[in-house]
């Protein structure tokens, strides 16, 4: 007899033997699907304490959407209590300390202007390019949730782009199938060894872009970045990132949610698909987001059909 995580998996949608459990799972997302981003936000009285009320509504349009933001009146308060207080009401323990992070696991984003920091686009006012975060990670280290917690915003620019990948990977399977067996190859997408000062970072890191968890929900690991990356020659291969690049760059999509955060938002997800625009400081005004990571997903947000 199967276990339940062996049925939950064989019973997925996103595996594509399972056309009618897909075509159900389908319908159903897309029904009362939100078109505007203002239906993700939900306000919230206190960041640090959510009510069961306001955790009810932000949790179900998680459920439907893989995302939600809280509009907390916390401002530009800096505390680093506030983020993970919001993690940990939506069951989230396992953060990533990643080797840039601070010691509590949050990452500050800001613009650095010396030591290693500056080399990384997060920590410029760069623009970033499509992507979900941390792709270069190890396969088994994969990040499930990801949260965005707003400090300060850029004098200006310092806009998001956000879509569910499982939009996504619907628009790619409903325009052939094969796309999304291409990109569950184990190596489809590689990321080349990060070397500093002669020393190994990380090791080159290979996996696919679409894969399916232990408890049959849908992880994506993409970037659209253009340099230091390499993808599969298999001509399949090539016609699915096309495509999926012109599905996160149309600009009449109403899956691609666009806005610019207030002090004391703070984007809670599944590690959706998100960019950022370019932007500028000034002295009043110094972009500040804290970025946390974690291994595992939202808690109740599991594929429902």
């Known amino acids: 007899m199967k276990n339940n995580a062996q049925l939950k ?45 306001e955790y009810k509504a932000l949790l179900n349009i998680a459920q439907k959407t893989n995302m939600t933001i809280y509009f907390g009146n916390t401002g530009t308060d800096p505390s680093p209590e506030i983020p993970l207080a919001v993690a940990n009401r939506f069951g989230l323990g396992q953060i990533n300390k990643n080797w840039l992070a ?3 696991g949050l990452t500050s984003l800001t613009v650095a202007n010396k030591g290693v920091r500056k080399n990384y686009i997060p920590y410029t006012n760069r623009p970033i390019n499509w992507h979900t975060d941390g792709y270069y990670n190890a396969l088994f280290e994969q990040i499930r949730a990801l949260n965005l917690h707003v400090v300060q915003k850029a004098a200006e620019g310092g806009s998001n782009q956000i879509m569910d990948h499982e939009i996504a990977y619907i628009l790619l399977r409903e325009k ?7 990109l569950m190859d184990h190596n489809v ?13 990380r090791p080159e890191r290979s996996g696919p872009v679409f894969s399916v968890g232990p408890e049959g929900n849908l992880h994506m690991r ?18 699915a990132i096309e495509c999926l690049h012109k599905i996160l760059n149309d600009t009449e999509s109403k899956f691609v949610f666009k806005g610019l955060f207030e002090p004391g938002m703070g984007l809670i997800s599944n590690n959706v698909l998100h960019d950022r625009s ?8 110094k972009r500040h987001y804290y970025r946390a990571r974690y291994f595992d997903r939202l808690a109740n947000t599991s594929y429902q059909i």
């Open 9 to 53: 998996i064989t019973n997925s949608p996103f595996l594509l033997d399972n056309d009618d459990i897909y075509r159900r799972w389908r319908d159903k997302k897309l029904t009362n699907y939100p078109t505007k981003i203002d239906e993700l936000v939900i306000e919230v009285k206190d960041s640090k304490n959510i009510s069961n009320k």
């Open 176 to 182: 052939d199938p094969s796309y999304i067996y291409a």
């Open 102 to 104: 601070n010691g509590n």
């Open 222 to 239: 993409y970037t659209a970045r253009t340099k230091n990356i390499g993808w599969s020659e298999n001509p399949l291969v090539v016609e």
């Open 278 to 285: 370019s932007f500028s400081d000034n002295k009043e005004k």
């Open 189 to 201: 997408m590689m990321i080349p060894a990060n070397i500093q000062e002669n020393v190994v970072i």
